[in-house]
């Protein structure tokens, strides 16, 4: 998996796109990553927000934010700090069964993350 440092417009290859809301998803229209998971060290803290219907964090722009609904396992954490390791993936494609010439869309989502420093373990060559 890559691993991107920096802002959300780094997202699949800069081809996540963002709804009205700040909801980030990946169109066919405007092309599909070669990848569907990564991980990025964002460059701003990510803000809890809980709208009662889902989990997700908040990433500021000087003009809104962008978003990324939270599909992990973990304990919600009211920010993350900038630079933590989080797993971002893609849900599966999704278009609403009421409107057939609605884009499909695959919606971007936080899976996980890591604050502490990961130790990389790298065997001895010599045993």
Known sequence: MPLLCGGVELLFGGL???TSF???YIAERTGIP???TFFWRPDKPLDCCDDAKRIRYRYPLENGVRTLTFVGYQEPIDVIPA???IRV??????QP???PDYESRCYVQLSGWFNEE?????????S
């Not at 993936?89 to 999704?94: G, N, P, R």
């Open 22 to 24: 700040g909801a980030q």
């Open 118 to 126: 990961i130790k990389i373990f790298t065997p001895n060559s010599s």
């Open 97 to 99: 069964s009421d409107k």
């Open 34 to 36: 070669s990848y569907s």
């Open 89 to 94: 993936s893609l849900a599966h494609w999704w």
């Open 16 to 18: 996540a796109q963002a």
């Open 83 to 85: 630079g933590s390791l």
